[in-house]
């Protein structure tokens, strides 16, 4: 009965460096999501994985934001080159079924990675 | 971009009394989400109102929605100090259902 699981939960990077955040979806879960929450602020959405597929990736704020799901279920967020104001805590999030239609599926978030960096 | 502004945006109160925080969005909705974090935790699912529907119950809580104004209320009664925490609304919008655009919170304080 585990949730959504984040690691790590908290991360310091030098500006420049590479940085690659996990999220382990609840098992079987079709839909996986991760939103960027800057401090004092709601999430964002950033990207949306249907199994392997990335759906939707409008959210990503730059080309140095990458996200895969190759197997349909762990997902792993990398941020190249990693700048100060990429400084956030990165949430994911995952659902039973797919996005779209007229039904609600509720989205269960992990803890969030908190990325701090220098 | 986030579509939803809450208000306040901190509110302090004693326990028992209750608390009230708005949420105005911008854009035509399918539902509307609330959803409570704890410092340094992720979102818990709280109450979704659908677009029909106009106030919605569940424990202490209290949503209603005015479609026509764009906003939503949430009513925590008989606050206790485990309600301390941010409370966000989201709303979800055009024809991705779940492709949820959240406010900025509001961050309820309530003392023992």
């Known amino acids: 009965g585990a949730g959504v699981s984040q690691s790590p939960r908290y991360k310091v990077a030098k500006r420049g460096q590479d940085v690659a955040l996990r999220c382990d979806p609840i098992?079987?879960?079709?839909?996986l999501f991760w939103y960027q929450q800057a401090l004092g602020q709601g999430p964002e959405f950033l990207t949306y994985?249907?199994?392997?597929?990335?759906?939707?990736k409008s959210g990503l704020p730059s080309d140095r934001f990458f996200a895969e799901r190759p197997e349909g279920s762990v997902s792993t967020l990398k941020i190249q080159r990693t700048q100060q104001e990429d400084s956030a805590v990165y949430l994911c999030a995952s659902s039973l079924v797919g996005r779209g239609g007229l039904s609600y599926n509720e989205q269960f978030f992990g803890p969030g990675t908190r990325l701090t960096v220098l | 971009s986030q579509q939803g502004e809450e208000d306040p945006q901190a509110l302090s109160i004693q326990e028992g009394e209750n608390a009230t925080m708005n949420c105005s969005y911008k854009?035509?909705?399918?539902?509307l989400q609330w959803y409570r974090q704890n410092s340094g935790r992720g979102l818990v699912h709280l109450i979704l109102?659908?677009?029909?529907?106009r106030e919605k119950h569940s424990g202490r809580l209290r949503v209603t929605l005015d479609t026509s104004k764009k906003s939503s209320s949430l009513l925590i009664t008989a606050s206790r100090a485990a309600d301390t925490a941010s409370y966000f609304c989201a709303t979800d919008e055009g024809v991705n259902n779940n492709d949820m655009r959240f406010g900025a919170g509001t961050r309820l304080t309530v003392k023992p």
């Open positions: 109102i659908r677009s029909n529907e």
């Open positions: 098992s079987g879960h079709v839909s």
């Open positions: 854009t035509s909705i399918n539902n």
């Open positions: 994985f249907q199994n392997e597929a990335q759906l939707d």
